[in-house]
């Protein structure tokens, strides 16, 4: 069975850091259609570090130049660093790996259960 599961999460104060940590089971992170994705309370799912069908990694606007997406394939862990945090930054962040994927596009998700991430001002 394919299970994710994120860590990492936690309250800091603003311009602090933290590094989110996804590890897998019965599934293997690629270069493709993998990510990190939050959502607060009233809001939708958005994308905050992903990568589509190429490999080709997209950040959301408000987090470029702080936060980082990374891998290691030893461990089957993905990773989001995340610094200089703001209190808009305060969400659950869910990690991702697509079931499968074509060169049209990713297909259904993996979900993590998601770890919190506040931050205060």
């Known amino acids: 069975q394919v299970q994710l599961v994120e860590s990492g999460g936690g309250s800091v104060q603003a311009g602090g850091s933290l590094r989110l940590s996804c590890t897998a089971s019965?599934?293997?992170?690629?270069?493709?259609?993998t990510g990190w994705f939050r959502q607060a309370p009233g809001k939708e799912r958005e994308g905050v570090a992903t990568l589509d069908q190429y490999g080709t990694t997209t950040y959301a606007d408000s987090v470029k130049g702080r936060f980082t997406i990374s891998q290691d394939n030893a461990k089957n862990t993905l990773y989001l660093q995340m610094n200089s945090l703001k209190p808009e930054d305060t969400a659950m962040y869910y990690c991702a790996s697509a079931a499968w994927y074509t060169r049209s596009r990713c297909g259904d998700n993996y979900w993590g259960q998601g770890t919190q991430v506040t931050v205060s001002s």
């Open positions: 019965g599934v293997r992170f690629s270069t493709y259609c």
